[in-house]
């Protein structure tokens, strides 16, 4: 058999980077494929079922919906976008090599951060984290894809706006006035690509898993169980990274309030044999040293 692989992808800048790229593996594997653009949800007719299903994920649900439809074969994602559990039918073929895990801040100038300023972001883990390191600063709204966003800040008279450096760096979009945030607790999976494809297609499932890296798909996998059993459906402000030394996996993660106030962190430094369920023992912790009171708290808060 030998069929083309039709690769789902949307139309943003990062989107068609990351899908080309896949592409690029695959076709340089022999492997023949087509990009096919999926149109946005609002154009979709999403019936009921589907949700029921398990699609959650805002910036996945689009390819999912044409995937279970068979109008792709295989999609791929910004892993650190992806609900950790996955629709029925929809399975993990492969996780490439991890490009940059930091967050950075994109800045006019940084002398607000000695005073008060206002910083721009979606995300409600950069945002409890930027408040517990600066509590007087202001935090406002910022959605869109990477482009629209850095123009958005350009703007406003905000004082800066945090990305995954990643993406920026993905799209040749990384200005000069930016500074890493290495105190900032990454989203689980961040900086990864994970590519997804149907359970029922051996042939796609083949293919892809030639793109898999190991130390990036354990890392990873350590890092969405611990999302999955902290959050339980429910989105919170959680970071969670972890890395591969030799032999030895460590592990940081934390839950924080809303506002920034409250943080419950744990480390881990342990033989990579022993890293199956790290991240669910993880959890636990956390949960068992104050974060299952922080978790109804943010429940009732959203």
């Known amino acids: 058999m030998n069929k083309t692989i039709r690769i789902g992808t949307r139309d943003s800048e990062l989107a068609l980077w990351q899908a080309k790229t896949v592409q690029g593996h695959l076709e340089a594997l022999g492997y023949t494929t087509t990009l096919v653009p999926v149109k946005s949800t609002g154009d979709l007719i999403l019936d009921k079922p589907l949700y029921e299903l398990g699609i959650t994920g805002i910036f996945t649900k689009t390819l999912d919906v044409a995937m279970l439809g068979g109008q792709i074969d295989i999609a791929v994602h910004s892993m650190k976008d992806v609900p950790t559990a996955l629709p029925k039918g929809i399975v993990q073929a492969a996780v490439l090599p991890r490009a940059n895990t930091q967050d950075l801040l994109v800045h006019k100038g940084l002398d607000f951060l000695e005073s008060t300023g206002t910083i721009a972001t979606g995300s409600l883990r950069r945002k409890a984290q930027w408040l517990h390191r600066y509590p007087n600063h202001e935090i406002v709204d910022l959605r869109g894809n990477v482009n629209t966003r850095m123009q958005k800040l350009q703007d406003n008279t905000w004082n800066g ?142």
Do not use: S
């Open 161 to 302: 706006a945090i990305f995954a450096a990643a993406g920026l760096e993905r799209i040749h979009l990384k200005p000069d006035n930016y500074i890493d945030l290495d105190w900032m607790i990454p989203a689980p999976a961040q900086g990864a690509m994970l590519v997804v494809a149907m359970e029922n297609d051996p042939y796609c499932l083949e293919a892809v898993a030639n793109l898999n890296h190991t130390p990036t798909a354990i890392c990873t996998q350590v890092e969405r169980e611990f999302l999955r059993d902290l959050e339980g459906g429910c989105t919170a402000p959680i970071g969670a990274i972890a890395t591969i030394e030799e032999d030895t996996l460590h592990f940081e993660g934390a839950l924080f309030a809303l506002d920034g106030t409250q943080k419950i962190g744990v480390q881990k430094n342990l033989d990579l044999q022993y890293a199956k369920g790290l991240g669910k023992r993880c959890a636990k912790e956390v949960l068992a040293q104050g974060g299952e009171k922080l978790m109804n708290d943010i429940k009732a808060a959203l």
